[in-house]
T-cell receptor, first 113, second 114 residues
Framework: GNSVTQMEGPVTLSEEAFLTINCTYTATGYPSLFWYVQYPGEGLQLLLKATKADDKGSNKGFEATYRKETTSFHLEKGSVQVSDSAVYFCALKIPNTGNQFYFGTGTSLTVIP | KAGVTQTPRYLIKTRGQQVTLSCSPISGHRSVSWYQQTPGQGLQFLFEYFSETQRNKGNFPGRFSGRQFSNSRSEMNVSTLELGDSALYLC?????????????FGPGTRLTVL
């Protein structure tokens, strides 16, 4: 079946620290991969995506590379800010199978000044 | 372009009642998906509608139903509410095309069942 596994949270970092949130997946077929972010009291916002192996998605200083050999899509940022405090969700979608997304359980990030 | 809107934002109901939630997708989007978000279960897929037809369905009981109108707006209905139905219900819209179709989420409806 299709599933996404994210590292357990919560994660607490000091401002300007390096961030990695691990995400691995299991999929039938060739998925597209996404990172979404949810700020308190809000819905999910697309952060970045990648659609094929070795693609790198990037946005707002965040990056993730689609690694087919390790079935991973780890999220990284070189220097986090307090405003990055949120919950981060890794997700996958199998193209041409309707529009069902499979989400990880989410990783809560708190950045302290 | 206006984003995905959901109404109402907050609802309080009692056990046994029913509830209807509404979602207006981004203009031009034909696919609407619904998700239930709870602290214990995370994000769980309920169903997806495309061109007024249910295209995908998650693993929820028949008390959860939905529909989509010709203007792509969607409603979700939960009958005979249970305490465990308390959750944030998220709606997401997309073009509905094949391939890496990105979903855009609304702010959600927070349902509390007493």
């Amino acid at each position: 079946g299709n599933s996404v596994t994210q590292m357990e949270g919560p994660v607490t970092l000091s401002e300007e620290a390096f961030l990695t949130i691990n995400c691995t997946y299991t999929a039938t077929g060739y998925p597209s991969l996404f990172w979404y972010v949810q700020y308190p009291g809000e819905g999910l916002q697309l952060l970045l995506k990648a659609t094929k192996a070795d693609d790198k998605g990037s946005n707002k200083g965040f990056e993730a590379t689609y690694r087919k050999e390790t079935t991973s899509f780890h999220l990284e940022k070189g220097s986090v800010q307090v405003s990055d405090s949120a919950v981060y969700f890794c997700a996958l979608k199998i193209p041409n199978t309707g529009n069902q997304f499979y989400f990880g359980t989410g990783t809560s990030l708190t950045v302290i000044p | 372009k206006a984003g995905v809107t959901q109404t109402p934002r907050y609802l309080i109901k009692t056990r046994g009642q029913q509830v209807t939630l509404s979602c207006s997708p981004i203009s031009g989007h034909r696919s609407v998906s619904w998700y239930q978000q709870t602290p214990g279960q995370g994000l769980q897929f309920l169903f997806e509608y495309f061109s007024e037809t249910q295209r995908n369905k998650g693993n929820f009981p028949g008390r959860f139903s939905g529909r989509q109108f010709s203007n792509s707006r969607s409603e979700m209905n939960v009958s005979t509410l249970e305490l465990g139905d308390s959750a944030l219900y998220l709606c997401a819209s997309s073009l509905g095309a094949g391939g890496p179709d990105t979903q855009y989420f609304g702010p959600g409806t927070r349902l509390t069942v007493l």
